[in-house]
């Protein structure tokens, strides 16, 4: 018995053996979709320096360097995954054909680990990856890794003949009875990819260059008259992708597209729109995406960033969707001057019909985007673009837009339109340059909650000192801004030296030391939660015909003659806590701005001037908590700027309509808080205590204010709320003794 039950443990301790080690040295390898979810690849192969031809199945290139001296066939259905760490060199390029599909995945999304595949043909006709000469490319889909194709070069001693795309069809050279070959299928659904057609070396007019994604170059002669390959079919949903067609020392010659067509040249006539390629159909959804013809010193000569090549006109078909930053330049296949604009596309097609030069940046689109207003009360969701990284210096067209992540924008932003920014939890944004909102715009903010913890942070400030940090450039006066919610803190620009001007924080632009316009006034400001503050511009300048912008409200002005600074424009407070400070300086003697209300004014050799400064503007106070102080504590310069009413000397203090209960505190004789106990009164209109207060702090005893004493509530209904709770203890103390004393009877 014992014999048997050890010749049975023995077979099973075998079995188990050899299904381990059938498991441990199977080569499974993983992988991952576009989309981020990880596969696992059964009986993969691992590519070697020797291999030659790849035939259906899984194929692995292993970290580490593997390079192949030589051109390797797809032959089938091809799958390649590249590890991490993996760094894989064709040279010789690969051979992809009509009825073939290769297949590339990557292990991660991190362009630093990802692994790389770089294939370069070696023969001028042969693609980097798709035909040799003629040759129509096959299939291939990129879903990640670091994808580098480059067509065969065309040597200086070579004086007329075509180069093959960077991914896509082979050259038709200047012998051969066929057409160069089409661009096939291609599609990227992820990582980074660049292709870029053949390069002619040689300095002669009769070459053709082929596409950086898409059809061959040809060379022919008039008759026959052989054709250069048309785009194929050209599907990017995702990744990163740079396409520029062959280039050439010489400008007179034929060039491929970015993606599309390639060139095509005629024997003595050079670039001919007879044998060039016509565009392919490209779909683009999703994705980073440069397109560049070869070269664009002759027009007429030059293919496009998306369409034909050459100096043919039949560009195929461009379909874009969705939203995407673009730029293109129809002169020059370079990046063009001045900002990217912004669009959202549905099915557009032939827009870049000109252009040398295209770039589209995939800006994200998102739904159902919760916000609240300022009383923490949902609204119904609504569809926004992310707002995440650095753009620079863009412009933001009417819509809404869904601020997310931390991060610096450098370069000041355009608001055009209605606009609508949703603060979303725990952002933390600044604005390296401000905000401009000019007259006749609108910023309105919100956040996705209002507790102080977790509501998004804004900070906007201007690096010129002219401009307001959101508000008007230099002389422009500010639009309209509302904030329900988030905390926002806006900046004037510095002045470093000089006697110039400031801007407000929010508000209106300066009127410097020239120019013949006025400041800018204050627009129209509605803050009904959040924490907001604004502080005018500083004057660091030891200068004395310097003059500094509102808090919020107008601009400042260094005059000359009856040139003004800003007026206070509107600005009505419900809720939220403001603390606004007019522009301060390092010279006591200059005319400085109101925390709310007018910007300073002077003229050159008088100093803080009347007739220069602005006007107080129409304040309305209804709710929240409100700290308001001029510019500087020192009163022997600065004129009559106030806490809330005209800047610099003026005496036009505007209107100050305050409504409800409030503590308050102000002092007339400096902008610090003065050393006393807080007053409370109801107030029911006009406010003319306050008429010569240079600091003003109010405090609602029951406002809008988004405190977070529990759970993110307002203190007030927080305490109501243990109120209720505290009484609902007393009576279930009371109950449960009743109870106990009528069992005792």
Known sequence: MRFLISKKFFALVLAFVMAFS???????????????????????????????????????????DITIDGRVAVNGDVNLILADGANLTIDGGIRLTVGNSLTVWAQSSDAATMGKLTATATEPAHAGIGGNESETAGSI?????NITATGGTLPAPEQSSATGAGIGGGA?????????????????????????????????????TGAGIGGGGSRSDTNPLWVAGNGGTVTITGGTVIATGGGSPNAANSFGAGIGGGGGSIWGTGASASNSGSGGNVTITGG?????????????????AIGAGGPATNHGTLTLNGSFAYRSNNSANTVPGGDAATATFANVTQIFNSARFVSLEKININGNISYVNANGISQSPV????????????????????????????????ISGDVHFILADNSNVTFNGGIRLAEGNSLTIWTQSIRSATMGKLTATATSPEHAGIGGNGHESAGSITINGGNITAIGGTLNSGDSATG???????????????????????INGGFVTATGGFAASDDTNVATGAGIGGGGSRGAGASRAGNGGTVTITGGTVVATGGG??????????????????????????VNSGSGGNVTITGGNVTAARGAVDLRGGGHALAIGGGGASTNHGTLFVSGEFDYLFNNAANIAPVAEAVRFTFEGDAGIFSGARFIKLQS????????????????????????FVSAGLWAFVLRRKTIFNNIG
Request: overall charge negative.
């Open 22 to 64: 059938v498991t441990a040295f199977a080569a499974n390898t993983t992988y991952r979709e576009a989309n981020g979810t990880q596969k696992n690849a059964e009986n993969t192969t691992a590519v070697t320096e020797s291999d030659s031809t790849w035939a259906t199945g899984w194929y692995v290139a292993e970290a580490g």
């Open 585 to 610: 300086d390092v010279n006591s003697q200059n005319a400085l701005g109101a925390g709310i209300g007018g910007g300073g004014g002077s003229a050159s050799g008088t100093g803080p001037t009347a």
């Open 141 to 145: 889909t990129v879903n990640g890794g």
């Open 504 to 526: 407000a924080g929010i508000g209106g632009g300066a009127r410097p030391a020239s120019g013949g316009n006025n400041a800018g006034n204050g627009g129209t400001v509605v």
């Open 701 to 724: 005893t029951f406002g809008k204010i988004p405190d977070t004493g529990v759970f993110g509530m307002n203190n007030h209904v927080a305490a109501m709320i243990a109120l209720i």
């Open 288 to 304: 980073n995406v440069t397109a560049a013809s070869g070269n664009a010193g002759q027009l007429d000569r030059s293919g496009r």
């Open 172 to 208: 038709r050279p200047n012998t051969g009875d066929n057409n160069a070959g089409n661009g096939g299928i291609v599609v990227i659904n992820g990582g980074f990819v660049t292709a870029t057609g053949g390069f002619a070396a040689a300095n002669f007019t009769s070459m053709a």
């Open 383 to 414: 569809i926004a673009e992310e707002f995440s990284d650095n753009r620079g210096a863009t412009n933001f067209e009417t819509g809404w837009y869904l601020v997310s992540g931390s991060f610096t924008n450098n370069g000041r932003i355009n």
